[in-house]
């Protein structure tokens, strides 16, 4: 058990922990921007998956890691409007279009995976390419710290900047405040002229972005190749990590980063003498505690109240 926790007092284990929480906190903060809207984006392990893919092939096809982020921030915000085509236009159960397009990105990925790269599995034969590492010039150098925060990739910086974006945008804007007013009541909202499908499309758009760049990440950002369901059920664990931080940028970052150590946890655990199925299902069995207990606390808020 000592060296288990030796590696978990660890520098290098704390910024594992920073680059493995980078997806869930994308996903998690489009969560919040959409709940927030009115919307629950249901879709977004299928959003991550699709972005995951596109990222790929695009950067293999012209060369550049910056492209094939491009590429696959606006493949998640595609989706995201196709998301709020079905249930704000055609009426369709907002539940029921996300799971469709879940079910459709798992499968249609390793379908044009097959065709782009003749290959079900992974996509080795693609020449893709990885977003690089940034350091910060005076954080580096500083003992602990540099470890963790000095060098990490361009996309791990960019989820922290999120945080702090997002929270701007959603309280310190005015559009905000409407889409904030628009998810709290939409018919008062609409009776004072705002659009209330036109802010919902907005973010859901932001909201497919954001785990756009979550998915881009876990195929470019510290590997070169797309493999099939690489999501790995992260789409659903950003939505449970939405919950725990009460649609709150700050607090959703605390959920990630729980959930973040979960899955460094796990990674670490690997190279131990455990069992495989056990080290997987730590992440997932973390996720329906943290759940439990959020269910539990809001169960005896409501139960205070009356």
Do not use: C
Not at 12 to 39: K, M, N
Not at 167 to 174: D, G, I, P, R, V
Not at 199 to 228: D, E, K, P, T
Request: charged share 10%.
């Amino acid at each position: 058990m000592h060296p288990l926790l030796k590696a978990i007092f660890s520098p290098s284990f704390a910024a594992s922990i920073l680059r493995v929480t980078t997806p869930i906190l994308f996903a998690s903060l489009g969560a919040v921007v959409a709940d927030l809207s009115g919307v629950v984006n249901i879709a977004l392990e299928g959003i991550m998956l699709i972005s995951a893919l596109t990222g790929v092939v695009v950067s293999a096809s012209t060369g550049s890691a910056w492209i094939g982020l491009l590429a696959g921030v606006a493949a998640g915000i595609l989706v995201g409007l196709l998301l709020g085509y079905f249930h704000l236009k055609l009426r369709t159960n907002v539940i029921l279009a996300g799971i469709a397009l879940n079910l459709l990105a798992a499968e249609g990925t390793v379908f044009l995976l097959y065709v782009v790269a003749h290959d079900k599995g992974v996509s080795s034969s693609l020449a893709s390419k990885v977003i690089p590492e940034w350091q910060i010039p005076i954080l580096k150098d500083i003992p602990i710290l540099g470890a963790i925060f000095g060098k990490q990739n361009a996309l791990t910086y960019m989820a922290l900047v999120a945080v702090a974006v997002i929270y701007l945008f959603l309280y310190k804007t005015s559009f905000g405040l409407r889409l904030r007013a628009v998810g709290e009541n939409p018919d008062a909202a609409d009776s004072v002229g705002i659009s209330v499908h036109k802010v919902q499309f907005i973010a859901l758009a932001i909201s497919g972005a954001l785990a756009g760049m979550g998915g881009v990440h876990l195929s470019m950002g510290y590997v070169s190749w797309f493999s099939r369901n690489m999501t790995s059920g992260r789409g659903f664990i950003a939505l449970a990590a939405e919950a725990l931080g009460r649609r709150h940028p700050v607090g959703v970052l605390i959920a990630s980063l729980l959930f973040g150590f979960a899955d460094a946890l796990s990674n670490y655990m690997q190279s131990l003498r455990v069992p495989g199925e056990f080290v997987q299902m730590i992440p997932y069995v973390l996720t329906l505690v943290a759940l439990a207990v959020y269910s539990g606390r809001q169960l005896k808020t409501r139960r205070f109240s009356k």
